[in-house]
């Protein structure tokens, strides 16, 4: 079979990095350009040496991506990607959004959070968001993919079974997440300096910050009627992970074991979420450098809360790897194409 | 003044070994003698060379400390500290238990979590809890003293403000904590060889931690009226310092004012709390090495919740520090004698 | 093609599952028996949960894996490889040893470094020293693999070709190495407990460390004179990698471009060795979980020395990746087969 | 006793900041007045929220600095310290200068090295360096004091006493050195960027960095015959501490006792020189935040080198303390004023 000629705009960000990292071992597609604002005319490999004698690939513009790729991955600062990709729609191309620009149905929301505008309303009519485990079928033959954030992934897979059984209220969830530092890119800052954030541990944009809503669109759209999160982030002096401690009021009557089974039914066959055994907890580590979710359950009988645990890699599962999960789903491939990697276990 | 003579049983401990580091520095008592099952017969400075030419004391027995000593500190594995306890007292010095012995009031609760009994009731009548934020008065003077643990000094500081002035719900309260790895003691396990921990990032001991019981203990005298807790755990890859971020719904009406307001009451003059400022979140590196508690208030208007974060360094303000402090009430010296020191910024 | 039936005896320490991980996508053989003495009846996904889904193959016996197996990996502590390596060269077996006793070519070496014996010295004269890029031709089609340790690729890697070209002394040559902390195992210890290892660094087994006459044996054989090496290795906080900074006197009239000639037509075309650019210095960080060392070359004018700096994943072409490499070697496969991935760049 | 009243030119830069947290405890000099060109108006808490409550200082300008003080640290970019050392010679305070501009002797090195100037020879002429462990005498009493750097306190304290003694060849020297993130300074860089600079390690400015002429000069003075060394500085993925590998050749017939009488006669008495017990390694984690330099020995009998060992804080002996150790000196205070702290052994 003919390969898919992938393209990836912005491609020296880590999760454009991180993009050309797993298409190295995809069978069925590969990479074919990628671009850069601030490397142009360097390759992957000067800015990434790691990646040295494995993906030497020359940064060039995004023009040259659009028209050498059969789907354009664009990871851009939010507010970007809408021209692109009605630019790539036009020319029918495959594309697939890391940036927020179009995950949020809600041109409110989208201007509340994000203070921008739908540049084109119809467009955004076209494009699916990217959770597979959730919205498989809507993805498939999709041209236009809004690929979910990280803490955007790691919430809803730890809620929505519970949540569509009926098992938990849907007033008062608190999802308390911590997220390794990549979440935050590559651009330096003071409060991502090594000095300043190692041995160090806090949170940020407390019940503030933008992954808010469209945790909420997600939950609210498999749940049918409204849900609203706290939602409190924390910076780990990690590289990679999140983990999603989940709170929610068990409603009356609800046994442990109903949840057990809500969940196993919900996430038998799913190839990338790991149901953790009862008693174990997901770790960060477990999953890293690759596309799994593994999902913790626990019962609190003595206040009667239930608390879901996941994790996940915030750049695979939260970001490249569920891309490339998208595309397999957009070009009719193997949902698990090129994302079947074993984690190192240290 | 003659300086008070402290021993310390149990000194090779991490919280032993912190609670030498403290006093040496102190200005009204010096460490007059130590005790460490494990290395006995060698100075403390062999066991942690950094205390070489500092503290070179050499571990003698439990016997010797008692003998020399006007204040016994213990760090000893739960149950083992009723005993000598009552021998203290017994002879007239003072006892500051940093285990969990004497710190509940329930014989129930100390059965249902901890396994043990009570072996002198009348004993742990004249126990008090020593958090000197909330029990100061009682402390004064007193020869028997419970030190609380970390977790037990971190939420209750964020909490009770906002709990007495009777602005959040007692219902539903949920404390996600973190906590560096020192907390879980210098044996080696192999959840924390250095190649399992680092890059890690998991909870442990979901809703079923031992902290727990005391936790809702000092919530519940503060309040008058039961409260209950949901109590998560984490382990951050540091060594100091735990972060509690505490959730707890707002009663109708009240406003972001009016907590601010009952902090800024409860916590003027402390000399260990530090309310932040609005809009700065408490980082466990600030406090690190110091007595310092540090509190952060946030109200989720969207949700009605109410958010508190403290930052503590587990093995200071949650047990060598504080210690300390009880110390120095109990003796009758300036509270702060010894604790005033400057957290390194990095 | 059938697949080659790959056993594993010690699977559950770190070289062991590390081998597991890279057998995961190798292309024409698989694992097919795994053994441990802790762990037998469990999966080894019970062991390291980032393996859950994965490889869940369960640890049997030591016999059951040789019975099972066309080659076996053996971790074992050092002495007890001679026994399992005859046994499977009886059985016409594969053997590829990863402890030391089949390394070193000199009993009197091997007494006087591990205290031990060779036990069947025709057993040894069989054995070949799986180090590719300077044996290979040795290794094609043999049966019983001495595995390098992580140092003694490390160093030679670094050191060879100048040696061999004639340009630098042979006395006085130091190397200065560097190792994650993987490379002392998985076993707790206090050294290696999380809090008393985190923000340290420190050197250890100073001027007397076993890897020391491995390097000089390698060094001697490839330079046709005894090299005598100053081996110091240090122990840095981070999981993986080793980087070797090696220093040796410049002979007279060397010049720095003659040396560049010598590591160029030495690596060219060598799949796994990546000589960096003028300037560049190689990283731990670029060579993570693969098989590639990296070399870069200085030249102190100053002081007419030499340096040569190498970074290896100590777990891969330290251990683990090396070892597969020399499996390929031995059953005439592509040597670089499973072992094209794609490092990631943070 | 009237109190010395101190002031930090640059005081939040990691180097002024410490400068002030020492202070703090500070028994005969306090802080009296802060200047910063970034943050003037601020308060250092601000800068660094550890200091709350603890050093709310306002940063002004330098003018006010120098007004307000008897003696001005000066910890400013290389260069800018020769007009404000004039200033506040001429105006009768003691200046101590952390930067590199009083250091080098030869305006020649320093022209090579740093590519600048002596703008008045005169001044440099009245400069005295200090590292008092070798120049305490000169010391004692002046006015304008060149603190030394890092890797150039640690280097000297290692080697000077063989050199002295004339135990080891003065040819052929090596210090492979490693240090903490906080030696490169508050400034953000991608090399630096946490994602970046964790778990990794490199080398970096190999034989090529500016303390090397500084070593040298420091080296040659102490044994009055020129030594010239090979210096190659790493990075470590830790905040503080300095760890000097030093190598250098035994003298024909040298004992091991003869390089233990040497240390021992040089360094009995001095307060911040520990040399450790034979077969223990100097450790950076043991003289974190203090002033300490633990220095420890070794003899490789097989290649007859001689290994020297030593750890300090790069940000206390290697900066900050040092110069109030000098300061102390220049005063006729006590030469441990401030600085008897104990370090934390975790």
């Known amino acids: 079979m003919e390969q898919i000629k992938v393209g990836v705009v912005g491609a020296t960000g880590y999760a454009g990095s991180e993009i050309c990292r797993l298409l190295y071992s995809h069978p069925a597609a590969q990479l074919a350009a990628i671009s850069s604002v601030s490397f142009e005319g360097m390759a992957l490999s000067e800015v990434y040496p790691a990646y040295r004698q494995v993906i030497d690939l020359v940064c ?19 507010g970007l990607s809408q021209e692109l990709g009605a630019q790539c729609v036009a020319e029918g191309k495959a594309f697939i959004d890391m940036g927020a620009d179009f995950r949020l149905e809600s041109e409110e929301d989208y201007k509340a959070w994000y203070g921008g505008t739908f540049t084109d309303p119809a467009l955004h009519e076209q494009a699916v968001y990217g959770l597979p485990e959730f919205f498989r079928e809507k993805i498939r033959g999709k041209k236009l993919i809004a690929n979910p954030g990280c803490y ?33 890119g590559r ?5 991502n300096h090594y000095p300043e954030l190692n041995e160090s541990f806090t949170a940020y944009k407390v019940a503030n910050h933008r992954h808010t809503p469209e945790i909420e669109q997600t939950l609210t759209k498999m749940t049918g009627k409204p849900v609203k999160v706290t ?58 450098t690759s596309n799994f979710c593994d999902v913790s359950l626990f019962v609190d009988g003595r206040t009667g809360t239930f608390i879901a645990i996941s994790a996940i890699d915030n750049m695979v599962k939260g970001a490249a790897g569920q891309a490339i999960q998208n595309m397999n789903l957009s070009f009719g491939l193997e949902e698990t194409a090129g994302l079947l990697l074993c984690p190192p276990a240290f």
């Open 231 to 288: 939602f409190v982030p924390h910076l780990l002096p990690i590289n990679r992970g999140i983990l999603a401690t989940c709170y929610a009021k068990l409603k009356p009557g609800v046994t442990e074991e109903q949840l057990w089974q809500a969940y196993q039914a919900r996430y038998e066959g799913e190839p990338f979420v790991r149901l953790l055994p009862k008693g174990q907890v997901a770790n960060v580590k477990n999953v890293r």
């Open 152 to 184: 955007t992934t790691a919430v809803p897979l730890a809620l929505v079974p519970a949540l569509e059984a009926g098992l938990i209220e849907q007033e008062g969830i608190i999802a308390d997440c911590k997220s390794g530092v990549t979440g935050a």
């Open 187 to 191: 651009k330096p800052s003071q409060s």
């Open 60 to 78: 060039g513009t995004q023009e040259e991506v659009v028209a050498k790729s059969d789907v354009v991955f664009a990871a851009l600062p939010h």
